[in-house]
């Protein structure tokens, strides 16, 4: 252990044994050279590189701090960095650990400084207390190599961002600078970016950023609140949720029964000024961004949006069929004996939000009234004959994800260029009752398409072209015309019917005429 470690040292003090022995493409970043993975397939990699100072110890729960040093020595970029603190999980492509400030690259072999490629940065999604950078499915591989085939090459990044506690601690007690401290490191990954991307042989002029789910919810936050301007010139939103659906101000979270309330009572930590100081060992809690005067995000986002005061880009946001249908498969057969089906649906509708001030009995009585108990033979798009599933399944859909990007694009589509799609293929070997169901278009734009699907290839191919073409050229191509308030279109995209359709076509199945 000793012998090696010293041979080691050896080996970064003296660079040219170190060349000898050196298989790896490297990089000189503005923090050190970094040694990634030997080209494969024509595509380099540098996984697990610091963008910022690990956020342990003093720096825990704080806004990210850029790393102040250079590191000596040859640094190892072969192997994914720590996820942030979640449950550990073999999705997630790594261990778990605070120590999670990594960004990974995959570029084309053969690039160099003056290459000037365009960049796709990758934020993942998980409710915002979930997921990672490192997780198999976000692998780019397959999707850079596309982009170098259609001769249109670009650089892949994607960034870990704190999720849960650890990124979205919210408390009165809490300074505003240090609030969504997780949307925070993903500015802190795009300066990053910025000022080292041209090393890889990338433009820092023309970065896209590109989020699904929550994923594009914080994509939708870079844009309404303006703090990472100039740091990337497109958007693309794969089913955002809105960055902050309820915007509880931080007081929220300190009712009784809410998470830093929570974690208060599991810590034994006191509430009030010292809380903040105390928490040591905070177990994770089920967080959402928060909305504060001072802090990332200063106003709700309903109000920014509605002032046209958001950074005008060019954006593609789209919406799948049955967005809600995972989401309320808690409720499928549920036994209903003892309470009633509309209790059932108003019991679901609170659990999903966490500013319940919001859900009074008049938005319920409406939401009763679009969202009806059908009448079980006809079934939802699935015939799952499950009434109460069905409108759960609707409500949640149309009021996470599709509310939420209408929303934005009745405000920002006459601001700026806006591509939109509306996913509607159902991929052989998914689970029917889910549908074309949230996420389910991941596994084709990464791909690989898995064999069972192998019909839905060429569909794959499309959509990456699509993506790729945008990143290059900010605009997804002649088959995808732009949204605009006017026309109102939207791009089908299902497997050998891609084609515009209105926009009012979108809502999931049954409920499109009662909305
Ligand atoms: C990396 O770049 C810096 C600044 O340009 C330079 O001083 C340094 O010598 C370079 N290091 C290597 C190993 O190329
Ligand atoms: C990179 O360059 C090597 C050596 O010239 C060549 O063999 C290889 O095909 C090139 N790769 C790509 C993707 O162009
Ligand atoms: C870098 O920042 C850390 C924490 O913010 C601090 O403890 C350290 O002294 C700084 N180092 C330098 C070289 O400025
Ligand atoms: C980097 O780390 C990996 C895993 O520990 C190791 O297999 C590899 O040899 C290291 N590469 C270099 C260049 O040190
Ligand atoms: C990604 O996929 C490629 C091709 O399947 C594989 O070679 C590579 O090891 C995977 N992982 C990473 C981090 O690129
Ligand atoms: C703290 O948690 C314990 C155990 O779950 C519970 O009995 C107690 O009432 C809680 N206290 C507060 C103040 O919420
Ligand atoms: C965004 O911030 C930049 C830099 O501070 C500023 O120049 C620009 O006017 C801002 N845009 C909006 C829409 O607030
Ligand atoms: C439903 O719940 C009731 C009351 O708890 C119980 O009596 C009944 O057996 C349950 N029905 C089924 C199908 O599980």
Avoid at 462 to 491: C, H, K, M
Wanted: hydrophobic content about 40%; glycine content about 8%; aromatic content about 10%.
């Amino acid at each position: 252990m000793r012998l090696l470690s010293v041979i080691s040292s050896l080996l970064s003090i003296n660079s040219s044994i170190h060349d000898v022995l050196a298989s790896g493409p490297r990089v000189n970043l503005t923090i050190g050279v970094f040694e990634g993975l030997e080209a494969n397939g024509g595509i380099e990699r540098f996984l697990g590189i610091p963008f910022a100072q690990p956020p342990v110890g003093s720096l825990r729960f704080k806004a990210p701090v850029p790393i102040n040093q250079t590191f000596t020595g040859v640094q190892n970029a072969t192997m994914f960095g720590n996820a942030c603190v979640q449950p550990p999980s073999s999705s997630l492509g790594a261990p778990t650990g605070e120590d999670c400030l990594f960004l990974n690259v995959w570029r084309p072999e053969n690039v160099s400084t003056d290459s000037a490629l365009p960049v796709l940065v990758w934020v993942y999604g998980g409710a915002f207390n979930t997921g990672a950078a490192s997780d198999p499915e976000y692998n780019a591989t397959i999707l850079v190599q596309r982009s170098m085939e259609i001769g249109k090459p670009i650089i892949f990044v994607s960034a870990n961002y704190r999720v849960n506690t650890f990124g979205f601690l919210a408390s009165a007690d809490m300074a505003v600078e240090d609030l969504n401290n997780g949307l925070q490191d993903q500015s802190a990954a795009l300066r990053f970016v910025q000022e080292n991307i041209v090393t890889f042989g990338g433009d820092s002029s023309k970065v896209t950023i590109w989020g699904q789910s929550a994923g594009a919810g914080s994509v939708e936050a870079q844009i309404v609140y303006n703090a990472s301007a100039g740091l990337f010139r497109g958007a693309i939103m794969d089913s955002m949720t809105g960055p902050f659906k309820s915007s509880p101000p931080p007081s929220t979270y300190d009712a009784p029964g809410k998470p830093f309330a929570l974690i208060l009572n599991a810590t034994g930590c006191s509430a009030g000024p010292t809380a903040f100081a105390c928490l040591q060992d905070a177990p994770t809690e089920v967080w959402q961004p928060t909305v504060a005067p001072g802090s990332f995000s200063p106003a709700r986002a309903s109000e920014t949006i509605a002032s046209g005061e958001f950074l005008h880009i060019p954006m593609i946001a789209g919406t799948n069929l049955n967005e809600g249908n995972s989401f309320s498969a808690s409720l499928l057969g549920l036994n209903l004996t003892g309470y009633t089906q509309d209790l059932a649906f108003d019991n679901f509708v609170r659990a999903s939000v966490i500013d319940q001030t919001l859900i009074t009995s008049d938005v319920l009585d409406q939401f009763h009234k679009f969202y009806p108990a059908n009448d079980p033979s006809e079934g939802a798009p699935f015939n799952t004959g499950d009434s109460l599933f069905d409108r759960a399944a609707a409500w949640y859909g149309d009021f996470m994800f599709l509310s939420a990007r209408r929303r934005f694009l009745d405000v920002a589509a006459s601001l700026q260029p806006t591509f939109v799609y509306h996913f509607r293929e159902f991929i052989p070997g998914n689970n029917v009752t889910l549908g074309v169901s949230h996420a389910s278009e991941l596994p084709l734009i990464f791909g690989p398409v898995p064999a069972v699907a192998a019909v839905e290839d060429d569909f794959a191919i499309t959509w990456r072209d699509f993506y790729i073409n945008f990143v290059n050229d900010l605009n997804p191509g002649s088959a995808w015309p732009q949204f605009t308030n006017e026309t109102r279109q939207v791009l089908q995209l299902k497997r050998d019917n891609i084609t515009t359709i209105p926009d009012g076509a979108c809502a999931q199945s049954i409920w499109s005429s009662q909305a």
